[in-house]
């Protein structure tokens, strides 16, 4: 697991709303201190490097209460930057110049470099005597993803 130093501050300039900033460093590089052996050709006399960049997030987000509401609703929004962690093989430049070509080339192809990537998330949240509902989504170029989530106070 890499090392993650965070800071982050919340303002609420009124009951009803809430601002949010979040900053991560992730020593994603943790993950690629050691050498790796070549994936896929065991015979090859030189291991495959393997490499990740540190990287920064940024998150920021708001909420809005409609405390005035018997059972209080809330909206959220928000959107963060999430740097390029993809393990990747660094320097790709001569992967058909050695006997093992073959296998450089297809280490080279499935652990290639990404692009840093945004994040844009919707919620909203209920909250009841003795139970609260929660569901966000979070929307970027590579994936969607979708959550539901409940409390159940006793």
Not at 14 to 29: C, F, G, I
Not at 115 to 134: N, P, T, V
Request: proline share 4%; glycine share 6%.
């Amino acid at each position: 697991m890499p090392h993650v130093i965070s800071a982050g501050l919340a303002f609420r300039p009124s009951d009803a709303w809430l601002m949010t900033l979040d900053v991560n460093r992730v020593q994603y590089s943790e993950l690629t201190d050691s050498n790796s052996p070549d994936l896929f050709d065991f015979s090859a006399t030189e291991p495959t490097v393997l490499v990740v960049d540190d990287g920064t997030e940024v998150r920021f987000g708001v909420e809005y209460a409609f405390l005035n509401m018997q059972r209080p609703l809330f909206l959220r929004a928000g959107a963060w930057r999430d740097p390029d962690h993809r393990i990747r093989i660094d320097d790709t430049s001569d992967c058909l110049s050695t006997n093992q070509g073959f296998f450089n080339c297809l280490d080279a192809t499935l652990f290639a470099q990404g692009d840093d990537e945004w994040h844009y998330s919707l919620g909203l949240g209920w909250a009841f005597e003795k139970f609260q509902i929660d569901a966000a989504a979070d929307f970027s170029e590579l994936v969607d993803t979708y959550s539901v989530s409940g409390v159940l106070r006793f």
